[in-house]
């Protein structure tokens, strides 16, 4: 196996690519406004203000659209815990600066989902806050990684979460949750670009260690799971409705950066990173 790099010296190594991507990144994205999307004109107060709290017949969204959104508010309500995570590793320059840009833009959908939800009366609101203080109690913390497998994660999480959205687009009764949707898997999609650029640049300087952490980080992989209020858990609901089933996640996560990356057509692995492309072996296109 080539010589592996420690953590620090990838992170200087890879600084560049970080800035580049940065700028890159901020171009890219499309201005937009949270408050643009709710439709504040249906707003109106609950009891504790003198008006009237909520009931189920208030809800004008189906099933579908009221879970993928109730499962999309309460992971983005963990988003300090992902913030820390995050910033244990990418801690110095660029790669700092990255982490604030990419925690405003993943509060920014908490804000939207969660004031659409409010104003629009979709769920209840009590069970919502339950279900928060609950999922935020429980926390959230990752494995110790090293620096090539929380690239990986991240392209991979980003890819599954714009996945998410996008099929809730597609499977929305409802103009506006589709306009949500839509516009979160956006940001998200731009987001895993980054990530997977970054695990691009990481294969090229560190080909057998990158390559070892993406088949570990396949092996291991599993979307932010939330439990809701009657038990169960966002895995098994958004499966059943048809929004993100695991069992797709090869098709629709995987193979497509293990393409972009040439996993499968690089010349440069020794035989430790023969064995882990060996790994991968079932994701061949």
């Known amino acids: 196996m080539q010589n592996a790099l420690a953590d620090r010296d990838l992170l200087v190594s890879l600084a560049d690519v970080v800035e580049e991507n940065l700028v890159r990144h901020i171009a890219a994205a499309a201005e937009w406004q949270p408050h643009d999307y709710v439709p504040w004109d249906d707003g109106r107060n609950f009891a504790f203000m003198g008006g009237t709290d909520w009931e189920p017949e208030q809800s004008e969204l189906s099933e579908v659209a009221k879970t993928a959104l109730t499962v999309g508010v309460l992971i983005a309500d963990n988003l300090p815990a992902y913030h820390r995570e995050l910033g244990k590793y990418l801690n110095r320059g660029p790669w700092w600066r990255w982490v604030g840009r990419w925690t405003a833009e993943e509060n920014r959908h908490e804000i939207l989902i969660r004031n659409y939800l409010m104003v629009s009366r979709a769920v209840d609101p009590i069970a919502l806050e339950r279900m928060r203080m609950a999922h935020m109690t429980a926390g959230f913390r990752r494995p110790a990684m090293h620096l090539p497998d929380v690239i990986a994660t991240l392209a991979f999480e980003e890819t599954a979460a714009a996945v998410r959205h996008r099929t809730t687009a597609r499977l929305a009764d409802n103009v506006i949750v ?11 999609e731009l987001q895993a670009v980054f990530f997977a650029n970054l695990v691009s640049a990481a294969l090229d300087l560190a080909p057998d260690q990158t390559v070892r952490a993406i088949a570990d980080r396949v092996a291991d992989f599993h979307v932010p799971v939330v439990e809701l209020a009657d038990g169960r858990t966002s895995t098994e609901v958004l499966a059943e409705a048809g ?23 690089r010349t440069d692995f020794t035989e430790a990173g023969e064995k882990a492309r060996a790994e991968l072996a079932h994701l061949r296109p």
Not at 178 to 188: E, M
Not at 243 to 263: C, G, H, K, M, S
């Open 243 to 265: 929004i993100y089933d695991p069992a797709r996640e090869p098709e629709l996560v995987f193979t497509p950066l293990l393409e972009q990356w040439n996993i499968f057509t």
């Open 178 to 188: 589709a306009t949500i949707a839509d516009r979160l898997a956006a940001d998200d």
